[in-house]
């Protein structure tokens, strides 16, 4: 019965994008349809094949490499803060140090495979296959595979040159993929708290959900005389299009890391003292009322459809909600360790797919402040004028990779 509720709603997810399509003729259902089979099909392999399931959890274990190994230089400047006694392991650690420290190492080795052209050849060469697969844009499937590795604001900041060129309606498609992204360098903060098989498997499957959801949205004709990807500067080249030191480029990696993790602290300590304070305020009116049970009741519906009873459904509902007036890293502290372990494998897998994502209120706001430094007035103001669109988007996407990957998992 519950996976046939599960199968309603991922059409139920695809009936909402066609409903709220700001041009239902232009749609490519045959592209639509390719992807979707596409996305069945991965799900399927990642989750019920078991060298499907070794692949991802040699890849999840591969992240989980990389953080243990950074937690060498964090024991090293920072000794008080890990507890002796479990020898240094994510589980002594608290918060920042176990999900966020990691960080400083793991952006810069990405920016140095960005640096020799390793990651940008490995991007290139998946974005033009699944160009050829889907039958989408060049550009538009690059992006959904470049943004998963290096993060929204990152990949709109190198796309610059692409950007003014193309046209409005195309950078509004690219506003709304990104609302969808991850960055490679933080999944192993994630696998950290959720599991990480699951974590990993919702990168691909977001991918071309991404684009699934931004082609019934927002479709947009593009003539093949259009589909062009403009030259972008390399990265690590300096304002004389010399190629920048190696040392000056990784210093400066660094630095962005650093900001990088105090711009999550940052967010994490607001909206969280942010959504408390609201929820004060929402019990002068009524105890029982808080910021939390109100945004569950208008995702109970959606959690339902994606097959659970009622009182599963209703618990999902909360922490679907909680992650989109917070973010991912709010919810997945909350259920790390013992409390997801003892959910049931559906709702892991679900609640896990769901939350991998930067898909928030707060997102929103960094891709407007990256447009408006990169593009026209014109431009920016398609951008600002469809918030709306860019959280449906990320909430659509969410919704349809939990719901597919659900169906797999029980």
């Given at each position: 019965?519950?996976?046939?509720?599960?199968?309603?709603?991922?059409?139920?997810?695809?009936?909402?994008?066609?409903?709220?399509?700001?041009?239902?003729?232009?749609?490519?259902?045959?592209?639509?349809?390719?992807?979707?089979?596409?996305?069945?099909?991965?799900?399927?392999?990642?989750?019920?094949?078991?060298?499907?399931?070794?692949?991802?959890?040699?890849?999840?274990?591969?992240?989980?490499?990389?953080?243990?190994?950074?937690?060498?230089?964090?024991?090293?400047?920072?000794?008080?803060?890990?507890?002796?006694?479990?020898?240094?392991?994510?589980?002594?650690?608290?918060?920042?140090?176990?999900?966020?420290?990691?960080?400083?190492?793991?952006?810069?080795?990405?920016?140095?495979?960005?640096?020799?052209?390793?990651?940008?050849?490995?991007?290139?060469?998946?974005?033009?296959?699944?160009?050829?697969?889907?039958?989408?844009?060049?550009?538009?499937?690059?992006?959904?595979?470049?943004?998963?590795?290096?993060?929204?604001?990152?990949?709109?900041?190198?796309?610059?040159?692409?950007?003014?060129?193309?046209?409005?309606?195309?950078?509004?498609?690219?506003?709304?993929?990104?609302?969808?992204?991850?960055?490679?360098?933080?999944?192993?903060?994630?696998?950290?708290?959720?599991?990480?098989?699951?974590?990993?498997?919702?990168?691909?499957?977001?991918?071309?959900?991404?684009?699934?959801?931004?082609?019934?949205?927002?479709?947009?004709?593009?003539?093949?005389?259009?589909?062009?990807?403009?030259?972008?500067?390399?990265?690590?080249?300096?304002?004389?299009?010399?190629?920048?030191?190696?040392?000056?480029?990784?210093?400066?990696?660094?630095?962005?890391?650093?900001?990088?993790?105090?711009?999550?602290?940052?967010?994490?300590?607001?909206?969280?003292?942010?959504?408390?304070?609201?929820?004060?305020?929402?019990?002068?009116?009524?105890?029982?009322?808080?910021?939390?049970?109100?945004?569950?009741?208008?995702?109970?519906?959606?959690?339902?459809?994606?097959?659970?009873?009622?009182?599963?459904?209703?618990?999902?509902?909360?922490?679907?909600?909680?992650?989109?007036?917070?973010?991912?890293?709010?919810?997945?502290?909350?259920?790390?360790?013992?409390?997801?372990?003892?959910?049931?494998?559906?709702?892991?897998?679900?609640?896990?797919?769901?939350?991998?994502?930067?898909?928030?209120?707060?997102?929103?706001?960094?891709?407007?402040?990256?447009?408006?430094?990169?593009?026209?007035?014109?431009?920016?103001?398609?951008?600002?004028?469809?918030?709306?669109?860019?959280?449906?988007?990320?909430?659509?996407?969410?919704?349809?990779?939990?719901?597919?990957?659900?169906?797999f998992v029980w």
């Amino acid at each position: 019965m519950y996976l046939a509720i599960n199968a309603v709603g991922v059409v139920v997810f695809l009936a909402i994008g066609f409903l709220f399509s700001k041009n239902k003729h232009h749609i490519h259902w045959r592209s639509i349809g390719i992807m979707l089979v596409l996305n069945l099909v991965l799900a399927w392999f990642f989750t019920s094949f078991s060298v499907g399931q070794d692949a991802v959890k040699a890849a999840a274990d591969g992240f989980n490499w990389l953080v243990e190994v950074s937690y060498q230089g964090i024991v090293f400047a920072l000794p008080n803060w890990v507890t002796p006694a479990f020898g240094g392991t994510a589980g002594s650690m608290n918060f920042i140090t176990s999900a966020l420290l990691p960080v400083l190492m793991i952006v810069p080795l990405f920016d140095i495979l960005t640096y020799i052209g390793v990651l940008p050849w490995i991007i290139k060469w998946i974005g033009r296959g699944l160009s050829f697969i889907t039958g989408q844009p060049r550009f538009e499937s690059f992006f959904a595979v470049e943004m998963m590795f290096l993060g929204n604001t990152e990949v709109l900041a190198i796309s610059g040159i692409q950007l003014r060129q193309m046209r409005a309606e195309r950078n509004l498609t690219l506003a709304m993929m990104s609302m969808s992204c991850v960055t490679a360098s933080i999944l192993g903060a994630y696998t950290q708290m959720v599991p990480g098989q699951f974590v990993l498997t919702a990168v691909p499957i977001n991918v071309i959900n991404a684009i699934i959801v931004t082609n019934l949205l927002n479709p947009v004709q593009v003539a093949p005389a259009e589909d062009t990807i403009a030259k972008v500067g390399a990265e690590g080249q300096d304002s004389d299009g010399k190629r920048e030191p190696f040392f000056s480029f990784l210093g400066d990696s660094i630095l962005t890391a650093g900001r990088l993790t105090l711009i999550i602290v940052a967010n994490v300590i607001a909206f969280v003292a942010l959504a408390a304070l609201a929820d004060k305020l929402l019990a002068l009116i009524w105890k029982p009322l808080s910021l939390e049970s109100i945004l569950g009741v208008i995702m109970f519906p959606f959690a339902w459809l994606l097959g659970f009873p009622v009182h599963q459904a209703w618990l999902l509902s909360q922490d679907m909600g909680l992650k989109l007036v917070t973010n991912e890293f709010v919810v997945m502290g909350k259920v790390a360790g013992s409390v997801i372990n003892g959910y049931t494998p559906h709702l892991r897998a679900v609640l896990t797919v769901f939350l991998t994502s930067f898909a928030n209120f707060g997102t929103t706001g960094m891709i407007i402040g990256a447009f408006k430094g990169l593009v026209d007035k014109e431009k920016n103001d398609l951008i600002a004028k469809n918030v709306g669109y860019m959280l449906l988007s990320g909430i659509l996407v969410s919704l349809l990779s939990a719901g597919i990957v659900g169906l797999f998992v029980w």
